[in-house]
Nanobody, 125 residues
Framework: QVHLVESGGGSVQAGGSLRLSCTVY????????MGWFRQAPGKGREGVAV????????VYADSVKGRFTISQDNTKGTLSLQTNILEPEDTAMYYC??????????????????WGQGTQVTVFS
């Protein structure tokens, strides 16, 4: 298992940007995929973006395509999510997650076994 710590959340006006970061601690060699998920009040946790750690291939939810970019820096042990053109509907707690296997391209939270504590993103109009 790895330990994940998110940072970078905050409050921003609609149309603005935030950069979320996730620092990864522990044994990372066998990780196959990492991702960002979010959960709004009263709603289930949904996949936002994932990245395959070996190939760098990325998958995005339709709702964020063209606005969000997921990236990894293996030398620093970090995962990032650049969020642009934010909308009030993007308001949620954002979580970093990691997995050692499974179909992470489905963006299903059930595939991921390690989770951070979350960072809040609030977008006001």
């Amino acid at each position: 298992q790895v330990h994940l710590v998110e940072s970078g959340g905050g409050s921003v006006q609609a149309g603005g940007s935030l950069r979320l970061s996730c620092t990864v601690y522990g044994y990372t060699d066998s990780l196959t995929c990492m991702g960002w998920f979010r959960q709004a009040p009263g709603k289930g946790r949904e996949g936002v973006a994932v990245i395959y750690t070996d190939s760098g291939t990325t998958v995005y939810a339709d709702s964020v395509k063209g606005r969000f970019t997921i990236s990894q820096d293996n030398t620093k042990g970090t995962l990032s999510l650049q969020t642009n053109i934010l909308e009030p509907e993007d308001t949620a707690m954002y979580y970093c997650a990691a997995t050692y296997g499974g179909r992470c391209d489905t963006l299903s939270p059930n595939v991921f076994s390690s989770w951070g504590q979350g960072t809040q993103v609030t977008v006001f109009s």
